[in-house]
Every structure is written in C-alpha cells, then in structure tokens.
C-alpha cells in the first residue's frame, strides 16, 4: 500500500464482599460464577453499574453485559436489565445475541488460518478465487469507468477494496439502495456465491488500495473461504475457529433448544422510545432460521462468554485452554497496524485510529486506550476490544441500533469509569 490512501468515514461514526477472580473457562461455562468477586474496588465497581443503570433508567438500552478480563482472569462483570422488554425475561450472561459486524474478526481468524496451510497468500487478486470480480468498475467526479487497480485479497482484510453498503451514505451507496445488495437483508433468500455475483457488479468507491472505506470486504472473504477450503462457510469456521475456541453456543442462526436464549433487537424511534424490531428483514430477519447466506461481514450470533474466549485466545497470542487455535504470526498480522501515517493525519480520521485486519488498532494513546489495543465493534451496539499491554479483554454486549451508523456512547462511558 502506498501513501496515497486517504482516509474515509471515521469509526467513531459507525460504530461499543471478599475479591477473588475465577478462570475465563470458569465462568464462560457457568453464567451462576456472575457475581462472584473481583479485584476492582468496590467503589470503581459501583461507578461502573451506575453507568450501565443509567442507560437502562433512561430508557436507552433493554440491558447489557459487561466483563472486563485480565491475565486469564475475570476481575469484573455485570449484567442487568431485559433479554425481552415485553415479557420481562431478564438478560442472562449465556444470552444470545448478534454480534452483526463483530462477526468480521472471526472472518479475519479464519482467512488467516487459510494463509497458514498456503492456501492463499494476501497478495492474490480476489479475481483468482471469485472470477465475477475479474473486472471491476470504480465511481469518479466524472462518471463510473473501469478500475485500474485489482482487488487484493490484502484489500478486503483492510477495508481497502473500495467496496461499501447500502447503509452507509456515500456516492455509490444509491447502486446498492438501487439494487438491494445488502447482504444481513437478504440472509434469507440468496447464497454467498450469488450475493458475490450481484455485489460485483457495484461500482466501487474508489480504486483499490487507495482508500479506507468501511463496506462488504469481510463478506466477500467468507466467499473465499468457501472457494479456497472448499466446505460451507460455516463448516469451515466451525472447524477451525469456534470449535477450537470453545465457542460453543457462536453459530449463524440459534437452533430450537437454544431459542429461549436469543435476545431481542431494539431501536430507537422517533420519540427516543425502544422498539422492538421482530423479524424485520433490514437487520436479518429470523436468526431461529439457517440462512442461505453464510455472510462474514455481520452474519454470526453468540454469547459474551464465547467472545470474551477469542479476545483470550487472540491476547495468548493463538491459543486457550493449551489448543492452538493460530499461529502467533498470524494473531500479530491480525493486531498490528496495516494503514500508514497519512491516515491518522486526515483531517476527516480519528487521530488514534490504525487498522490491523478485519479490526481497528490504536496508534495513539488516550486516557482510556493504550497504544496496540485491537478490536471492533457490531451494530447493535456490541464491542470487544483486547489490550496486550495490560494483558486485558474487555467487552460490553447489548441490543439495540440507535440509528443507521451510530452506537451509544456506553462501551466508551464504561471505559472511562474503568479506567480512572
């Protein structure tokens, strides 16, 4: 890549009694470990749940999680308020929920495992693997022409392939509207290898490698999975990355016997009132139904106790529980920033913000955030993040879209209590 990328839609627009701590394979198996102690005092643990409750007060949020892991121990978490507002089903820390785009690093863990066995290397044009990608156009001041530069699958884990969504205001998001090529949509109704057929006929958002743009990469890669293990999506994933995790209850959909666990997903209307979105197909329509579409941009559900396991495997440098899940190459390739300088100089970026692969990498320090931290974060204002320099995993989970691109400032509010 070279120093002509610029940089395009900051992440902060779209997107997170006795104390005693207990293992991470502890507690992700035994929701009842919830309230056993920690080592945080006991008035920053209160800070923290007086956050959280004030969400809930206000009426912002049905309920969350949060828990905060250091050196293989869990030394804070919380859960309160509603699994379902209508039917007063308290929130459980084995509740289900969408992760929608924290799906995208769990993609990213399986391509990698792909570049170990030299199936790929990131240096590949996309058009090897998925031929309908062979000829791409790219939108400019003065019209749609040809693109110039390929597709790179180091593109796609980058955000540089100058691919967008439907959701995101841009001057190509109008093709996507036009066509209805959204993929978390259409889960239902079209398989990866026809969504890939449609998206590429999508005018790009710029020439490749020459801008960060936040879009379908992590989508299309799923299909490159499939083309390059040749199995399912999902069967490959399983396989090789939640299965060894110990992610057990992390699938595309939640079959019958877990259906009682999947939360409900809110938004926010027009009065700032919580609505219960049912089915509705713009954010994936039933996840009680397997889709047809495996999609590795936003397609996957679990719990926090499964996520909570990969941000320990990532921070362990590939492994858990003494199974190596990645090469400790690999997890540094995944965690180190991918973007030069020019980046964090836009005028338009966060000044902190770097790009790792299918993750963001600070490369500035706050009063909250070290230098190095790698994570990302979902739709439903989800988040997960991973500080190797205090050896701590943190995430916060709950669900509900409080408009088209933006999260709550709650992962961030935490944060802050946390941190003083």
Not at 414 to 420: A, G, N, T, V, Y
């Amino acid at each position: 890549m070279t120093n002509k990328i610029r940089f395009k839609l900051s992440p902060s627009k779209m997107l997170f009694g006795i104390l005693s701590a207990f293992s991470i394979s502890t507690f992700a198996q035994d929701s009842a470990m919830l309230d056993s102690g920690n080592s945080l005092s006991a008035a920053k643990q209160q800070d923290i749940r007086n956050v959280i409750q004030g969400y809930l007060d206000k009426g912002q949020i049905p309920g969350a999680v949060t828990i905060f892991a250091r050196d293989g121990e869990v030394i804070f978490s919380d859960v309160r308020g509603y699994q379902d507002i209508e039917g007063k089903t308290p929130l459980k820390m084995d509740s289900i929920f969408r992760f929608y785009s924290m799906t995208k690093p769990l993609t990213c863990a399986a391509v990698m495992t792909l570049k170990e066995d030299g199936l790929i290397d990131f240096n590949e044009p996309i058009k090897k693997f998925i031929p309908e990608m062979s000829t791409m156009s790219v939108h400019t001041e003065s019209g749609v022409r040809p693109a110039e530069n390929e597709i790179k699958i180091e593109n796609l884990m980058t955000h540089t392939s100058g691919f967008s969504y439907k959701v995101i205001e841009s001057t190509v998001s109008p093709y996507y509207a036009d066509a209805d090529v959204f993929a978390i949509e259409n889960r239902l109704e079209e398989t990866l290898a026809e969504h890939m057929i449609r998206l590429a006929k999508m005018p790009l958002y710029a020439e490749p490698g020459t801008e960060w743009h936040y879009g379908e990469s992590m989508g299309v890669l799923g299909r490159l999975i499939e083309v390059a293990s040749g199995m399912s999506f999902r069967d490959y994933i399983k396989e090789r990355i939640l299965e060894p995790t110990g992610m057990h209850d992390t699938d595309f959909f939640v079959p019958a016997e877990k259906a009682d666990r999947l939360t409900s997903l809110y938004v926010l209307n027009g009065q700032g009132k919580l609505v219960d979105v049912k089915d509705g197909k713009l954010y994936g329509s039933s996840y009680l139904k397997q889709p047809v579409l495996e999609y590795g941009g936003a397609g996957i559900v679990g719990t926090p106790g499964d996520y909570l396991r990969f941000g320990e495997m990532l921070l362990n440098k590939g492994t858990i529980d003494g199974v190596r899940v990645l090469s400790p190459e690999s997890v540094s390739a995944m965690t180190t920033n991918h973007l030069p300088e020019i980046f964090g100089e836009n005028s338009s970026a966060d000044p902190a913000f770097g790009f790792g692969y299918c993750g963001e990498v600070k490369t500035v320090p706050t009063s909250t955030i070290n230098v190095g931290e790698y994570g990302w974060g979902g739709w439903a204002s989800t988040s997960f993040w991973i500080d190797p320099t205090q050896n701590l995993t943190g995430l916060v989970f709950t669900q509900v879209i409080p408009d088209v691109l933006g999260t709550f400032m709650l992962t961030n509010d935490i944060r802050e209590q946390f941190s003083k």
